[in-house]
């Protein structure tokens, strides 16, 4: 935060300080701070849309999220099903670059993943953290999925 070096503040305005950024990280469902802004603005507003589909509980926000295309109705089930079941907890989400993969690993999901979007769960049983890939088509990112 400050350094009391580089500031004269008398010691009662760290209190307040410190206590004002601890209400500010965690106010809310989530937060987004590993890349709060990132210089991709379609990835933004990916991240966002996505958080307040969660924080809404708002189902059809979050499936239109997603490519559908070349998707079959059980893995479109599956999908869902997460969604569903991740629906209840507070969450943590971040986008993160997509590491070197082996050869094919493109070619099994509908459009090429670029990155992940990373989703911690706070559940009670501990935290739970999945990486869902996603990739741009049309000028906006989605979730990409797998073709099986």
């Known amino acids: 935060m400050f350094d009391a070096k580089d500031r004269k503040m008398p010691k009662s305005c760290y209190l307040l300080e410190i206590l004002c950024g601890a209400a500010l990280t965690s106010a809310g469902c989530h937060h987004n701070s590993a890349n ?13 849309a996505f958080l307040t589909a969660h924080d809404n509980k708002d189902l059809d926000a979050e499936e239109k ?18 969604f569903k079941s991740g629906m ?19 070619a ?10 990373v989703v911690v769960y706070d559940d009670p049983r501990g935290a739970i953290t999945v990486k869902f890939p996603i990739a741009k088509k049309d000028g906006r990112y989605y979730f990409a999925m797998r073709k099986e």
């Not at 099994?108 to 979007?117: A, Q």
């Open 36 to 48: 709060p802004s990132t210089s991709d603005p379609a990835q933004d507003q990916f991240a966002q």
């Open 65 to 82: 999220l997603v490519d559908w295309d070349d998707v079959t109705e059980s893995s479109r089930n599956h999908f869902i099903g997460e």
């Open 88 to 106: 209840a907890v507070k969450i943590a989400a971040r986008v993160e670059s997509l590491p070197t993969v082996p050869s094919g690993f493109s």
């Open 108 to 117: 099994r999901y509908n459009i090429p993943p670029e990155k992940f979007l």
